[in-house]
């Protein structure tokens, strides 16, 4: 009893009932639109005081309606309608603009639907409520008036006035079932008529895609700026605690180049961490570059401890944007991991040059010693080599002569594109 109860009268039901109060209140203007083509077309004046004419009105602009269901916004409207009132998965339902014919199509068959079961269960709700009412009351009415006086001439029976209050309770559930099996209906077909096609699931997908492919570079980004400077803050810390008592200008330095090195990394991460809030890749800073930033990490790199040699044989200021930002992080990660796996006093020989049209990355540093694979670690050469891949490149690192040697070749002409 009380799963029947909850069917016709539970707060889903209720929410049901209201999708459907908003179809007929929606239907109203078709409606409108109905009667003024069904008046003359029946050479009469009171359309509305005439309930067939009235009938005919609806259904004659219901297909109104299915035309103006082309609209882009009414899919994206009526998915959130259904979601919030009908109590279906958000998931099953597609919230863009209809774009196919059958999707089109589908939506002019929801809408006409859901206003014709809202006009129907709208015209119930405000027609049934005060004629229940009336029965409910009748027998108190006629027993304080003492008089049938205009009533139906079956009430004069006592037993038909004694049932009248069961009929307007019955009335009522009868109007609350209406509206509850209108309402599961919609709420079943909804899917249906309103879910993703193909085109709206590969859209998804697409943009699924490209989001992660968004978040993946700024995960990049923060291993490569985040990690260099902590290798180098780290190193620097340590060298100025163990000359601090007889070499206090080169703790002044280091300390200096920690303090660098800190608000810099402060300020990308910051940036990274405003786009992974916002979900906009344009409100990033501008990304550290070749040309504006290379001396800045060759004198921090410097100052950690690397005994860098570096050779730049192509003007930084002549790359494309692209390559110069890319070439920067690959810079940036192989010192980084130099003086990881070196530490400091390591001599690194690195060399920028063009080479068949491509810019050419080499760093070279002393074969670091075997020791224990860290926790988390080998990150940095697969990002470089994502990096290299994702502009046509290609990435080699591992010993060669006696040295480590890392060599990036990124192509120049096919990104001189915008970044």
Not at 230 to 240: D, G, R
Not at 303 to 321: M, R, S, Y
Request: aromatic share 6%; with cysteine; glycine share 10%.
């Amino acid at each position: 009893m009380s799963q029947y109860a909850r069917f016709l009268f539970g707060r889903r039901a209720r929410r049901r009932w209201i999708h459907l109060i908003l179809g007929g209140a929606l239907a109203m203007p078709y409606v409108f639109v109905g009667e003024i083509v069904i008046g003359p077309a029946t050479d009469s004046r009171y359309v509305f005081n005439d309930l067939p004419l009235q009938l005919i009105s609806f259904a004659v602009g219901l297909p109104l309606a299915a035309l103006t269901s082309l609209f882009p916004l009414t899919r994206p409207l009526e998915s959130g309608a259904v979601r919030w009132l009908c109590g279906v998965d958000a998931d099953r339902l597609a919230y863009g603009p209809a774009r196919t014919r059958a999707a089109k199509g589908r939506t002019a068959a929801w809408f006409t639907l859901h206003l014709g079961f809202g006009g129907v269960i709208s015209g119930m709700s405000l027609a049934v409520p005060p004629f229940a009412v009336v029965l409910i009351a009748l027998p108190v009415v006629v027993w304080l008036g003492d008089t049938r006086l205009g009533l139906p001439e079956v009430l004069d029976h006592a037993w038909a006035l004694a049932l009248a209050p069961v009929a307007g309770v019955a009335a009522l559930v009868a109007l609350a079932g209406c509206a509850a099996g209108c309402g599961a209906l919609l709420a079943r077909w909804a899917p249906e008529l309103l879910g993703p096609t193909p085109e709206d699931r590969l859209a998804a997908a697409e943009a699924r895609a490209a989001d992660l492919a968004v978040r993946n570079r700024l995960a990049r980004e923060l291993h490569d700026s985040v990690g260099h400077a902590l290798s180098a803050v780290t190193l620097q810390a340590s060298a100025a605690r163990r000359v601090l008592d007889t070499d206090p200008d080169f703790v002044r330095e280091a300390l200096t180049a920690i303090e660098e090195t800190t608000r810099r990394t402060v300020g990308e991460l910051d940036a990274v961490l405003g786009v992974l809030r916002e979900g906009d890749e344009r409100s990033t800073a501008p990304a550290p570059t070749l040309a504006a930033d290379l001396d800045g990490l060759l004198r921090r790199t410097r100052t950690g401890g690397l005994q860098v040699t570096a050779a730049v044989e192509v003007g930084p200021e002549d790359l494309p944007p692209l390559v110069s930002r890319e070439a920067y992080r690959i810079v940036q990660e192989a010192l980084s991991n130099a003086l990881r796996h070196t530490g400091p006093g390591t001599p690194v020989t690195l060399r920028l040059a063009l080479h068949d049209k491509d810019l050419e990355i080499t760093a070279e540093n002393p074969a670091p010693r075997a020791t224990a694979p860290r926790p988390g670690g080998g990150h940095g050469l697969r990002g470089i080599a994502d990096r290299a891949r994702l502009l046509g490149g290609t990435a080699e690192a591992g010993p060669a002569d006696g040295v480590w040697r890392l060599t990036v070749r990124l192509p120049v002409e096919r990104n001189e594109g915008p970044v």
